[in-house]
């Protein structure tokens, strides 16, 4: 259930005509008074047919004219609007239910303390099934305004209790963090234009897609302005950047003035000071990169990077851990979009769902530590930059990291009671996985079909068992196991041990949750694989090389012979 108090107004009257009227697209139904102040001689122009809008409006403004006559001072905002909304899914509610809900918001609100006779005048109006409207006039009958300070949070708060009294859905508690809901005037503009978003939630999407590829807020407007969104830039005298607000092309006013919104009033972590926070730390390193050692694809080195997300989101540390784990958590957001604009098209949409969905993980009470993160920042601006590429197994790995450190994120927000920011990262965590399910169906498929022999296969599930044996049961039953049997046969011909692949890759991250573990220790030995296996004859004739020309022997160390493994499939291998 969703209490959204409105800003203040001061025509009762024009409210009342909305209220009773038959609405912009005659969703209106049955309008009548459910709950009120003083409920006895209320005239309800639903119900008894000589009452009138002006009649009622004049009852509820009386404390109002009272007040005005005495301080010769007219109001401004003394009409308080409340809509009260269920769930869509929520059962119906009785006239009489509503009533209750009705009066506990607005005792709750300030409006009408429980027992205060001399409270605000307000009435409950009923024209739908699964809302009603709350309007008050905020002047007591005594002249005193009310004390509405966090009206909104107490609104909100017990709207919480109300689901739990009356059996509906339950929502999460907020915390000050989140998005500002669509107003009906704006999801009814869009329809009428037929835009699938409204203007907020559109620009939201094209500023997010556009922090991957800036180092500096003077670049992001940039690039905002290069794909199409209005921006319009606030300076001082010293031509320094005040404020920014942005624009949607045809969203325009009356006037045909084009409307702006400022970046703060279109998310939180939106606004110049946290971008400017945000985009400080991003190195300033032109791509392509030239370091030694490094992966070769920006995919890799972005793995690679996740790799390291699970120590800053396990770290207990109170005091700095969790700056720097919200600082890594914000920069995962944006990996996630630079994936989305480059990943192929048949997993794009999942991955702008994702998108959409950690943006609100992205943000909590705690501030982020920015700098903390600059690593993962610049894994995304890498990916940005050089795009898809060929190697599609790369991204199913990135994808697979990517889902564990959502999954990590969700743990790590449920631990410190951020419930939304948890939720959107749990729904975030399943369009991932539909995203690597399309990501990897054609390559899972080859993989199968060139499954090795049986006798090859019974050697490594003998593997798996040594290696994991904790999970070797669900591993061997997945149907995943042919196409994990190919990638290590195919990487034991290449130099490595399935053994030791095994080990590292069940080491990155637990299984207990893993869906399919088969599928999860492929992805991850296939990004281990990729790295060479030293070739010890050749180590050894560069060290003898070396002494050659002059090492004293005493400073060259033989390299020692690999450690025999005791597992059962290398033992088959050594008798074979």
């Known amino acids: 259930m969703i209490a959204a108090i409105k800003k203040p107004g001061s025509n009762t009257r024009g409210l009342l005509a909305y209220l009773y009227g038959p609405g912009r697209h005659d969703e209106h139904h049955d309008p009548h008074i459910v709950a009120g102040f003083a409920m006895l001689g209320m005239p309800d122009p639903g119900r008894i047919e000589s009452a009138t809008l002006t009649e009622l409006a004049r009852y509820l403004d009386e404390p109002v004219r009272l007040r005005i006559s005495e301080a010769g001072k007219q109001l401004t905002d003394h009409v308080w609007h409340c809509p009260v909304r ?46 009603i409207h709350i309007l008050a006039t905020t002047v007591r009958e005594d002249g005193r305004r009310p004390k509405l300070h966090n009206s909104g949070v107490r609104a909100g708060e017990e709207c919480r209790q109300i689901e739990k009294h009356y059996g509906l859905r339950q929502l999460n508690p907020g915390d000050g963090t989140a998005t500002r809901r669509p107003t009906q005037g704006e999801m009814h503009k869009a329809e009428r234009l037929g835009w699938e978003q409204t203007s907020r939630e559109w620009l939201q999407d094209r500023i997010r897609a556009a922090i991957p590829h800036a180092a500096t807020v003077a670049e992001l407007l940039a690039y905002l302005e290069a794909d199409g969104v209005e921006v319009k830039a606030r300076r001082g005298p010293s031509g320094d950047l005040l404020g920014y607000a942005v624009g949607r092309p045809g969203d325009v006013n009356d006037n045909g003035q084009q409307i702006y919104h400022p970046g703060g009033k279109i998310a939180p972590d939106l606004s110049l000071p ?35 997300l699970t120590i800053h989101l396990t770290d207990t540390d109170d005091g700095g851990g969790d700056a720097t784990a919200q600082a890594h958590i914000a920069a995962l957001g944006e990996l996630i979009e630079a994936t989305a604009q480059t990943a192929p098209n048949h997993v794009r949409a999942e991955l702008q769902a994702a998108t959409r969905a950690f943006a609100r993980a992205q943000r909590s009470q705690i501030r982020a530590e920015n700098a903390a993160a600059a690593s993962l920042r610049t894994a995304a601006r890498d990916i940005v930059y050089a795009g898809t590429g060929k190697d599609g197994s790369a991204l199913a790995v990135l994808l697979e990291a990517m889902i564990w450190s959502v999954v990590l994120a969700e743990r790590w927000h449920q631990a410190r009671s951020h419930a939304q920011q948890s939720a959107a990262a749990h729904q975030a965590v399943q369009h991932l996985q539909t995203a690597y399910d399309q990501a990897t169906a054609e390559q899972l498929a080859e993989l199968t079909r060139r499954q090795p022999r049986q006798e090859t296969r019974n050697t490594l599930a003998a593997d798996v068992k040594a290696a994991v044996p904790d999970h070797a049961a669900r591993i061997l039953a997945d149907p995943n196991w042919p196409a994990l049997a190919t990638v290590l046969a195919d990487a034991e011909a290449g130099g490595h041990t399935p053994h030791q692949l095994l080990n590292e890759a069940a080491s990155q991250r637990e299984l207990d949750t ?61 008798r074979r």
């Open 86 to 131: 269920a769930a869509p899914e929520d059962r119906y509610l009785s006239d009489a239910e509503w009533a209750e809900i009705a009066e506990r918001i607005v005792q709750t609100t300030g409006i009408a303390p429980e027992g205060d006779d001399l409270a605000c005048r307000w009435i409950a109006v009923r024209h739908a099934d699964d809302h």
């Open 274 to 308: 946290k971008l400017r926070d945000r985009l400080a730390t991003t190195p300033p390193e032109e791509y392509p990169t030239a370091h030694r050692n490094r992966p070769s694809t920006p995919w890799q080195r972005a793995t690679e990077t996740l790799d390291t």
């Open 514 to 574: 893993a869906r399919l573990p088969a599928r999860v220790l492929l992805t991850r030995i296939q990004h281990t694989a990729r790295n060479p296996v030293t070739n010890r004859r050749a180590e050894a004739a560069r060290l003898r090389s070396t002494l050659a020309v002059g090492v004293p022997a005493q400073h060259v160390q033989t390299p020692r012979p690999p450690a025999a493994t005791t597992s059962t499939g290398q033992q088959n291998r050594q």
